[in-house]
């Protein structure tokens, strides 16, 4: 990634800060389109306006696709490219708010239960759209007989869902006599924050009475309003000028 900026034929606005000082003080559920675009984007804004450390350990958590895209973070230096499109011209943008890229097969469930455990972690925020959340629609509480909260309800150490490591995760931080991180949902969803810590109470509930009332307590779930989309990607964007620093 780079050698392709260095050897690029479009004006590209690249970090100007030593991504060095990062410091992942935000864990990033779902690592998509809307996210890469959005969260990651104004985090990268504020390095450039201030002295932050505040960095991105985005986690995807689905097979297939989702696993390749941390592939190619991890090839790419954790770099991307933004195209920002007007009436006229493009604007590219390399962003630099990544510290990390976690994915169960690349890392393990124990690689990504630290991560959010870890003392710097302020933050678990997610993008996991609104099945993501394994909620009952009917009833807006946790479906236990998701067959991923299933899993998280039997396996915890191994959890599949986001709203399984979430759980576990602030599991671990209690147990460990450390703060709870804010649960920040970002999907489109009505009242995101009252739906996540539905899920998340489901869970802890479901798993032990002891671990609801600490989570109920000490961890806030701001609710958000998003109503944005991010066209993928396309053959004809690359044209525009990304061609020469590919990226995603």
């Not at 770099?79 to 590219?92: K, P, Q």
């Not at 009952?136 to 299933?150: F, H, K, R, T």
């Not at 602030?170 to 147990?175: A, W």
């Not at 032990?208 to 990607?233: E, G, H, K, Q």
């Amino acid at each position: 990634m780079e050698q392709n900026i260095a050897t690029a034929q479009v004006s590209v606005a690249r970090p100007n800060w030593d991504k060095s000082r990062l410091v992942s003080r935000i864990v990033h559920l779902g690592c998509g389109a809307f996210h890469r675009a959005h969260q990651a984007l104004f985090t990268h804004h504020l390095l450039e306006k201030s002295d932050s450390d505040w960095g991105i350990c985005e986690v995807n958590l689905m097979p297939g696709n989702d696993a390749r895209l941390i592939a190619n973070l991890k090839a790419q230096n954790l770099l991307y490219t933004v195209a920002e499109r007007g009436a006229e011209s493009t604007e590219l943008k390399i962003i630099g708010s990544m510290k990390e890229a976690l994915h169960p097969e690349f890392d393990g469930h124990a690689g990504i239960l630290a991560a959010m455990a870890r003392p710097e972690t302020a933050i678990v925020s997610l993008t996991v759209t609104e099945k993501g959340y394994c909620t009952d629609p009917a009833s807006g509480e946790l479906d236990v007989n998701n067959p991923l909260i299933q899993n998280d309800l039997a396996h915890p150490q191994q959890p599949k869902s986001a709203i399984g490591y979430i759980v576990e995760a602030l599991n671990m931080r209690r147990e460990q006599g450390l703060k709870a991180f804010t649960v920040l949902s970002c999907d489109n969803v009505r009242e995101n924050g009252h739906v996540a810590k539905a899920a998340v109470l489901g869970l802890a509930k479901a798993r032990d009475a002891a671990l609801a009332a600490w989570i109920a307590d000490n961890v806030t779930f701001p609710c958000t309003m998003v109503d944005r989309i991010v066209p993928a990607a396309t053959e004809e964007t690359l044209q525009l000028g990304c061609r020469p620093v590919r990226g995603l």
